[in-house]
């Protein structure tokens, strides 16, 4: 656990995981960065993935994200590991599923800390470990015919 001053501000927030979804409609930079709204947070960093048009040199024509039921379950775990290890006073993460066009928002995390280092050191750890660890699967296919699933876990 990282070390913290004694002024309220720097700790933890008591509840700080303030939105976490798995949804299928598209999704919101102003929610995300609303739901992380805290006065004693100093730094507030926000990470946006987007559909592109390319993966591995190829052009990608669509793409279609699922998860399985638990994908919710598992970005809990991985917000409340990134609350143990920061001064976290407010986090977000949503992720979409269904089909996607390039341009879409695919992703979209948010920290709020007492200072930016901490903010962007947070946010990086909650985009990296989603990424990795939370059960949701990327189906491209691309404009020569070929298909590729990408799994996040």
């Not at 960065?33 to 004693?40: E, L, T």
């Not at 976290?88 to 948010?110: E, P, Q």
């Amino acid at each position: 656990m990282a070390s913290h001053s004694d002024h309220p501000g720097e700790q933890a927030a008591h509840d700080p995981i303030k939105l976490l979804a798995v949804r299928d409609a598209p999704l919101s930079l102003d929610e995300v960065f609303r739901a992380v709204g805290d006065d004693a947070a100093g730094g507030t960093a926000l990470f946006v993935g987007t559909v592109r048009n390319h993966d591995g040199g190829a052009d990608v024509d669509k793409l279609a994200y699922s998860s399985h039921p638990g994908a919710e379950a598992e970005l809990r775990r991985v917000a409340e590991k990134v609350v143990a290890e920061f001064p976290v006073r407010a986090l977000a993460a949503v992720h979409r599923v269904g089909d996607l066009s390039v341009g879409d928002l695919a992703v979209v995390v948010a920290v709020a800390c007492p200072h930016r280092g901490e903010a962007f050191d947070a946010c990086r750890k909650l985009i990296d470990d989603l990424k990795h660890e939370v059960p949701i699967w990327k189906h491209q296919t691309f404009s020569d015919g070929t298909e590729e699933w990408v799994g996040a876990c």
